[in-house]
């Protein structure tokens, strides 16, 4: 039987395309030839190539196991930079579109208790999570936060689920039903982890409020859907760059990235998200110090210093000696 290589794209069928809520589309991926789709663990993404030539990220929601299809959903974002726009207006069903193998960066892991948080369209991986933990008779809760209830997508599912009493919906404009992070994560029992996905106001807000209430670092997992804003520049200069196996030495200006130069000088960086993200781009740092500005790396990753991600992260001193 074939199967597609991890890394190359493949084509697949738009079985479905629906409105999941206001401003979210739906889209149910099926095979477009003999080849089966890969399989994929709970919390994983695949890379979708839109029609307008972007390629973005987007997390599978179906439960992992379910033979034969993907589903992602994707919020319409009129303020980014084109994708969800793309994949809103320019994809149809029937479609033939083009996906990278699911990879995960966004594990479950083996606890005694697990705390989903997803705020709006960060549902998307937690409610595969749900599906997975469900599967394996795991202890868990699902914490679905949303501005308001029409803007909710899944609510169906939910409701319909057979772990639909290990959720709670929390909607921002009904102050009844609003979040109260602090007391749901007071006191972290032991063995429990924190999953949590949405907007970067809310991930932080969830984040620095488990950090409070004494959740310790390795016990939140979470994961962006865009880079945070960043704080104006202060090391926007230029400085080299080598990449020894390839034999090239380039100089970064200000304003390209380390991958945009060398891909200029014909070294195949495997770009995606260009944001620092989605980790295709890493290679490893064999002198000099990077300038970390990924979400991707974890905070012991970017302090070890022996991998970056060129596509957004830059160069402290005056020279980087990176490679495969
Ligand atoms: S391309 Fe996604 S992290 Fe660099």
Same mark, same amino acid.
């Given at each position: 039987?074939?199967?597609?290589?991890?890394?190359?794209?493949?084509?697949?069928?738009?079985?479905?395309?629906?409105?999941?809520?206001?401003?979210?589309?739906?889209?149910? #991926? +099926?095979?477009?030839?003999?080849?089966?789709? /890969? @399989?994929?663990? =709970? *919390? !994983?993404?695949?890379?979708?190539? $839109?029609?307008?030539? #972007? +390629?973005?990220?987007?997390?599978?929601?179906? /439960? @992992?196991?379910? =033979? *034969? !299809?993907?589903?992602?959903?994707? $919020?319409?974002?009129?303020?980014?930079?084109?994708?969800?726009?793309?994949?809103?207006?320019?994809? =149809?069903?029937?479609?033939?579109?083009?996906?990278?193998?699911?990879?995960?960066?966004?594990?479950?892991?083996?606890?005694?208790?697990?705390?989903?948080?997803?705020?709006?369209?960060?549902?998307?991986?937690?409610?595969?999570?749900?599906?997975?933990?469900?599967?394996?008779?795991?202890?868990?809760?699902?914490?679905?936060?949303?501005?308001?209830?029409?803007?909710?997508?899944?609510?169906?599912?939910?409701?319909?689920?057979?772990?639909?009493?290990?959720?709670?919906?929390?909607?921002?404009?009904?102050?009844?039903?609003?979040?109260?992070?602090?007391?749901?994560?007071?006191?972290?029992?032991?063995?429990?982890?924190?999953?949590?996905?949405?907007?970067?106001?809310?991930?932080?807000?969830?984040?620095?409020?488990?950090?409070?209430?004494?959740?310790?670092?390795?016990?939140?997992?979470?994961?962006?859907?865009?880079?945070?804003?960043?704080?104006?520049?202060?090391?926007?200069?230029?400085?080299?760059?080598?990449?020894?196996?390839?034999?090239?030495?380039?100089?970064?200006?200000?304003?390209?990235?380390?991958?945009?130069?060398?891909?200029?000088?014909?070294?195949?960086?495997?770009?995606?998200?260009?944001?620092?993200?989605?980790?295709?781009?890493?290679?490893?740092?064999?002198?000099?110090?990077?300038?970390?500005?990924?979400?991707?790396?974890?905070?012991?990753?970017?302090?070890?210093?022996?991998?970056?991600?060129?596509?957004?992260?830059?160069?402290?001193?005056?020279?980087?000696?990176?490679?495969?």
């Amino acid at each position: 039987m074939a199967v597609h290589p991890a890394s190359a794209f493949f084509p697949v069928r738009v079985r479905r395309k629906t409105r999941l809520a206001e401003h979210i589309a739906g889209f149910e #991926l +099926i095979p477009a030839n003999d080849t089966p789709l /890969p @399989p994929f663990t =709970a *919390g !994983a993404h695949i890379d979708v190539a $839109l029609p307008n030539g #972007l +390629i973005r990220q987007y997390s599978l929601c179906n /439960p @992992p196991g379910q =033979a *034969g !299809a993907y589903e992602i959903g994707v $919020l319409l974002a009129p303020a980014g930079r084109g994708g969800s726009s793309s994949a809103h207006r320019d994809i =149809a069903e029937g479609d033939v579109i083009r996906i990278g193998a699911p990879r995960n960066h966004f594990p479950l892991v083996p606890a005694a208790r697990s705390l989903l948080f997803a705020g709006g369209i960060g549902i998307t991986p937690l409610l595969s999570m749900a599906w997975a933990l469900h599967r394996d008779g795991a202890d868990f809760a699902l914490h679905y936060c949303v501005r308001q209830q029409a803007g909710a997508a899944y609510l169906d599912r939910l409701a319909a689920a057979p772990f639909a009493s290990q959720v709670r919906l929390h909607v921002d404009g009904e102050p009844a039903r609003r979040l109260d992070v602090a007391a749901l994560l007071a006191s972290p029992p032991p063995d429990t982890r924190l999953y949590v996905c949405g907007p970067q106001g809310f991930m932080n807000h969830v984040i620095a409020t488990a950090r409070e209430q004494g959740w310790p670092d390795d016990r939140i997992h979470f994961e962006y859907f865009a880079a945070p804003a960043r704080e104006p520049d202060t090391l926007a200069g230029s400085f080299e760059v080598c990449v020894p196996s390839r034999g090239v030495t380039a100089r970064v200006p200000a304003d390209r990235s380390v991958a945009q130069t060398l891909l200029a000088h014909g070294v195949p960086v495997a770009l995606s998200c260009e944001q620092g993200i989605c980790g295709s781009c890493l290679m490893r740092v064999l002198d000099g110090e990077p300038e970390h500005r990924d979400v991707f790396l974890s905070d012991a990753e970017k302090a070890a210093n022996d991998r970056f991600l060129p596509c957004c992260s830059r160069a402290r001193g005056a020279r980087l000696v990176v490679d495969f």
